[in-house]
């Protein structure tokens, strides 16, 4: 599984892309996943942010446009209303997420932009990984944590992904020893050449979630999943002790 993001910044314009997962073999031989080519990358464009863009201490926020936390078809402005608003948490790195109720316990690595502007993916079925240039879990903003569906014959850490439930809770580990605690929104499956780029990766007035791996048929041709698995979270607050 590869989502990949890739920023160009040039006269306030930024443009995010996501590309697919792809394999070195044959779906036949099993759910081996590897880098998608650069010819199998699907993308969408970005408009530039605007100058009302909620503002923190992420460098994220500078290039990525206002956009609301879920698809209206799948929580109204009214579900949201009833959704409790939690304080943002100070900055701090992800170790360690948990979804008890996928069976996901992973550590993280930290996952950069390469020279392509591409975003670095995990090199094996575990762990997940946490794009570096988003807001960190509990941080105002979308953090952004990926993981892979398989790889090599391997079930991925996010092989369960397609099965959250909303209301799920999702436990964040961070370095400074507190636990961010999210509760599932919503998770949709999209198409690669309709992933909703300004959705998954536009500022949020409040703390989110995302994450995120492939999803669908597996196309050989391509070396790719057809789609992409993303779920919705939002801060419940800090854990208590």
Same mark, same amino acid.
């Given at each position: 599984? =590869?989502?990949?993001? /890739?920023? %160009?910044?040039?006269?306030?314009? !930024? ?7 792809? @394999? ?43 956009? $609301?936390?879920? $698809?209206?078809?799948? !929580? ?10 939690? =304080? $943002?948490?100070? =900055? ?11 069976? #996901?316990?992973? @550590? ?34 979308? &953090? ?7 790889? !090599? ?19 964040? *580990? /961070?370095?400074?020893?507190? @636990? ?6 919503? #998770? ?8 909703? @780029? =300004?959705?998954?990766?536009?500022? *949020?007035?409040?703390?989110?979630? /995302?994450?995120? *791996?492939?999803?669908? &048929?597996?196309?050989?041709? %391509? ?7 993303? &779920? ?8 208590? *002790?």
């Amino acid at each position: 599984m =590869k989502p990949t993001v /890739r920023i %160009a910044v040039g006269a306030a314009i !930024a443009a995010v892309f996501v590309a697919g997962c792809g @394999t070195s073999t044959s779906r036949s031989a099993g759910p081996s996943v590897a880098p998608v080519p650069s010819s199998a990358v699907a993308s969408v464009p970005v408009s530039s942010a605007p100058a009302s863009a909620p503002v923190s201490d992420s460098p994220m926020d500078s290039i990525l446009p206002s956009a $609301p936390d879920v $698809p209206s078809s799948v !929580a109204t402005a009214a579900d949201l209303a009833q959704l409790p608003i939690a =304080k $943002p948490m100070s =900055k701090s790195a992800p170790v360690r997420v948990q979804v008890p109720s996928i069976g #996901v316990d992973s @550590t993280l690595m930290d996952l950069g932009l390469l020279a392509d502007g591409s975003l670095q993916v995990p090199p094996a079925a575990f762990p997940v990984g946490w794009y570096t240039g988003a807001p960190t879990p509990g941080e105002l903003g979308p &953090a952004i944590i990926v993981g892979h569906i398989d790889w !090599a014959g391997v079930d991925g850490v996010f092989y369960r992904l397609h099965s959250l439930l909303p209301g799920a809770e999702i436990d964040v *580990t /961070r370095a400074d020893g507190s @636990t961010a605690v999210f509760r599932v929104v919503s #998770v949709h499956e999209y198409a690669k050449d309709a992933f909703p @780029t =300004k959705l998954v990766y536009g500022n *949020t007035a409040y703390s989110a979630l /995302r994450l995120i *791996t492939c999803g669908g &048929a597996f196309n050989a041709k %391509a070396h790719s999943y057809d789609d992409d698995i993303v &779920a919705y979270a939002e801060l419940v607050g800090p854990a208590v *002790t």
